[in-house]
């Protein structure tokens, strides 16, 4: 089973007719890691699925960038605010790895709406984005840096180990040697 569509059926089950309008709209990317998807400034014309590699969205202030978040496999994924409103980006989206990725146009994004299983399962995607960019700005808002990668490292500890320090620690909001400080005071706290 192809997975975009392996997805969609955690979401909603997907007729065979359907998943072939669906594929019909698909174009398959092979991207070397540290590629540039999306540019601040320029509007995403695509949605995304990324079917193997990882990304991280970043924004630019005061010429440095800072890491909003990561995207892991298997998800959909794009710059919400410009693909849906078709403006300039606010954000950055770029490869951490070589990623596969498969991209689909605004326009046979939008007109597949028409089909009852991809209007269900984007409308329960946002509702999933939605919960969770409220779940991290509420860490960022209500706990330290250090609680927050305690998190991560519970939730997700192999993401961890493939994402570079200085992009984590700019996720975290603080210096890398900040964090080098928080990981030795977390390694030496669990041989103690």
Same mark, same amino acid.
Request: proline share 3%; net charge neutral; charged share 25%.
């Given at each position: 089973?192809?997975?975009?569509?392996?997805?969609?059926? *955690?979401?909603? &089950?997907?007729?065979? #007719? !359907?998943? *072939?309008?669906?594929?019909?709209?698909?174009? @398959?990317? %092979?991207?070397?890691?540290?590629?540039?998807?999306?540019?601040? =400034?320029?509007?995403?014309?695509?949605?995304?699925?990324?079917?193997?590699?990882?990304?991280?969205?970043?924004?630019?202030?005061?010429?440095?960038?800072?890491?909003?978040?990561?995207?892991?496999?298997?998800?959909?994924?794009?710059?919400?605010? $410009?693909?849906?409103?078709?403006?300039?980006?606010?954000?950055?989206?770029?490869? +951490?790895?070589?990623?596969?990725?498969? *991209?689909?146009?605004?326009?046979?994004? #939008?007109?597949?709406?028409?089909?009852?299983?991809?209007?269900?399962?984007?409308? +329960?995607?946002?509702?999933?984005?939605?919960?969770?960019? %409220?779940?991290? +700005?509420?860490?960022?808002?209500?706990?330290?840096? %250090? #609680? @927050?990668?305690?998190?991560?490292?519970?939730?997700?500890? !192999?993401?961890? #180990? @493939?994402v570079p320090l200085k992009h984590?620690? $700019?996720?975290? =909001?603080?210096? &890398?040697?900040?964090?080098?400080?928080?990981?030795?005071?977390? *390694?030496?706290? +669990?041989?103690?």
């Open positions: 089973m192809h997975p975009l569509r392996q997805f969609i059926s *955690q979401f909603t &089950p997907v007729a065979e #007719q !359907d998943w *072939q309008a669906i594929s019909n709209c698909l174009l @398959r990317r %092979e991207l070397k890691k540290e590629t540039l998807l999306l540019e601040e =400034g320029k509007t995403c014309k695509h949605l995304y699925f990324l079917e193997k590699g990882l990304l991280r969205f970043f924004v630019w202030k005061d010429g440095i960038d800072i890491t909003k978040y990561f995207t892991d496999v298997p998800y959909v994924f794009t710059s919400q605010k $410009s693909f849906n409103q078709q403006v300039p980006a606010q954000e950055s989206i770029e490869t +951490l790895e070589d990623s596969i990725i498969w *991209q689909m146009s605004y326009e046979h994004a #939008q007109h597949l709406l028409e089909l009852k299983p991809w209007s269900t399962f984007i409308r +329960l995607l946002i509702q999933e984005v939605q919960t969770y960019t %409220e779940e991290i +700005l509420e860490a960022l808002q209500t706990q330290t840096a %250090e #609680q @927050r990668y305690k998190m991560l490292l519970q939730q997700d500890a !192999d993401l961890l #180990q @493939r984590l620690a $700019s996720y975290l =909001g603080i210096a &890398p040697q900040s964090l080098s400080r928080i990981r030795k005071k977390i *390694q030496h706290q +669990l041989r103690t």
